[in-house]
């Protein structure tokens, strides 16, 4: 079992920055994918950006240049951050921190969320 916890948001002007961190309580396995999502009002969820452990890095394309994605690894556990620079109201969502591993099949977990909210 894997717990996540997400701390970081907040309510930011244009132009500002934050950044996300994400907790990770609990064994991940070797093969594993971990990420950020975001669901704002009305809007399905998708996808900010996403490392996995062979190093690969996704960013959506409107998050390219301004988000940056990073893990880190302390007595093995891990803690992923989202440093988000020059926001707009187009970032205000929800984020959810997201990982899945590789045991037996895929098996996923979600944070609980953290707000985000521009105001321009």
Request: charged content about 20%; proline content about 1%; glycine content about 10%.
């Amino acid at each position: 079992q894997v717990q996540l916890v997400e701390s970081g948001g907040g309510n930011v002007q244009a132009g500002g920055s934050l950044r996300l961190s994400c907790a990770a309580n609990g064994s991940i396995y070797s093969i594993y994918r971990m990420g950020w999502y975001r669901q704002a009002p009305g809007k399905e969820r998708e996808l900010v950006a996403r490392i996995s452990s062979s190093g690969d890095i996704y960013y959506r394309d409107s998050v390219k240049g301004r988000f940056d994605i990073s893990l880190s690894r302390d007595n093995a556990k891990k803690a992923l951050y989202l440093q988000m620079n020059n926001l707009s109201s187009e970032d205000t969502a929800m984020y959810y921190c997201w990982v899945e591993h590789l045991v037996d099949g895929w098996r996923a977990y979600w944070g609980q969320g953290t707000q985000v909210t521009v105001s321009s």
